[in-house]
């Protein structure tokens, strides 16, 4: 590389070495991102997407007619019947909320099948205590832990025997948890052995950070609904905020009353300018995501080579764009996380420490050096502060970028 980012020669052979050894695999990743890029243009075309949608409403938002378009595009990139993409969605953890709060009732027992939900969701679901959580409704959990990171198929079909249960909770991503993200296959695999002990369980799935990483969503398999985040993949680094949730159209329904008020649901609801943004973030979305998988792909294969334990490996398949790595003690988990703060584009001279964050229980240290806040589509890494000192790296809006920002972290390690 030139010198507006002077490497010293050892890493730069060490970089070269990387990209010879993931060429195939970045081959892969753009017959994904070619794949997925079909679809959401079709969408596009079906959806006879124009000017007008890119129109604007205040106030109660009614008639709505670029956010109902939209809608109708997401359903059909997901396979759904229904859908809300709504920037009053605040984040992933709000739509996940408002899912689970729109689909049980008191006395309904909610089971996670991936073992403890996203950290975010401890005191949604009452793990942690909070008066306004599903747990202060008389609403149970249980939960089912992966065994070798697969389900534990057994223990879920005699789950279902025992006793009642409403809705089952998948979570492909691995969120702060040390276990790989759950596949595509997987997720059939085990809604086809649920479906033969309970036809009628609401199967809802965690979707964030898994859109566009393969050739397929989980409603193709047999979910019931799914939920993800728009500062997430789905956005393409472009939509300034909101999530969505899209499925059966009696769930999606009933996610529209809670969201919103009962009588009203998906008919409100004011776009404020921000539909033209949705649709280029979505058309966006397939190469951002694939840039993203470039981006831990070339991590994954290089801190390896620097003697860090990984996961997943750089040939390993993905089911998400996160890419772990495992870094042993405090001071190296925190520099690294300070040099992808130095290669982003905005903060770049702000240096992140530690600190306890609202809904998390360790303190967690952050590196987002992004143009929307939180967007973690955009290079990030962030990591609680506890043994093993594992660092959740992910995003990169493009390949380029995402590379010079793990290149800067390297380099901040080794100092
Ligand atoms: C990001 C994420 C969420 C939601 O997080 P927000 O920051 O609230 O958008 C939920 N589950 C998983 C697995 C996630 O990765």
Request: proline share 4%; aromatic share 8%; glycine share 8%.
């Amino acid at each position: 590389m030139n010198n507006e980012f002077i490497i010293n020669e050892n890493l730069q052979k060490l970089i070269d070495e990387t990209e010879l050894e993931i060429k195939g695999q970045l081959e892969k990743i753009d017959k994904v991102s070619l794949l997925n890029s079909m679809k959401v243009l079709k969408a596009f075309q079906d959806n006879n997407i124009s000017d007008m949608h890119f129109n604007s409403t205040t106030g109660y938002g009614y008639n709505d007619i670029g956010r109902d378009t939209i809608e109708k595009l997401f359903s059909q990139v997901l396979k759904a019947e229904d859908s809300l993409v709504r920037s009053q969605f605040i984040s992933g953890t709000h739509a996940l909320t408002v899912a689970l709060f729109a689909l049980l009732r008191p006395g309904d027992t909610m089971l996670s099948i991936t073992g403890k939900p996203y950290d975010t969701l401890d005191e949604v679901i009452g793990i942690v205590d909070n008066p306004s959580s599903l747990k202060s409704y008389n609403i149970n959990f249980k939960q089912i832990d992966l065994i070798e990171d697969d389900f534990d198929y057994e223990k879920i079909q005699e789950a279902l025997k025992n006793e009642k249960i409403k809705l089952i909770e998948i979570q492909r991503s691995r969120g702060y948890a040390v276990r790989k993200s759950i596949t595509i296959d997987k997720v059939e695999k085990v809604i086809q052995k649920i479906r033969e002990i309970d036809k009628d369980v609401i199967i809802m799935i965690d979707n964030c950070y898994c859109e566009f990483v393969g050739e397929k969503e989980p409603l193709e398999v047999g979910a019931d609904i799914i939920v993800g985040s728009l500062i997430k993949n789905l956005g393409g680094g472009i939509a300034p905020n909101g999530a969505y949730i899209a499925g059966r159209k009696d769930l999606v329904h009933l996610a529209g009353e809670r969201l919103t008020a009962p009588g009203e649901g998906k008919e409100v609801g004011p776009t404020l300018g921000i539909n033209k943004s949705i649709l280029q973030g979505l058309f966006f979305a397939p190469s951002v995501v694939a840039s993203s998988l470039k981006t831990a792909v070339f991590t994954s294969n290089i801190l390896q080579k620097l003697g860090y334990e990984v996961e997943p490996l750089y040939t390993d398949e993905r089911a998400d764009i996160v890419q772990t790595i495992r870094f042993g003690n405090e001071k190296d988990i925190i520099r690294y996380c300070q040099g992808i703060q130095m290669g982003s584009p905005i903060d770049s001279n702000s240096i992140p420490e530690p600190w306890d964050m609202p809904g998390y229980t360790d303190k967690i240290i952050m590196a987002a050096g992004a143009f929307t806040q939180g967007s973690s589509i955009e290079l990030s890494c962030d990591g609680p502060i506890r043994p093993p000192y594992i660092a959740f790296q992910q995003g990169g809006l493009t390949y380029e970028y995402g590379k010079l920002g793990v290149i800067k972290a390297i380099e901040n390690l080794k100092k």
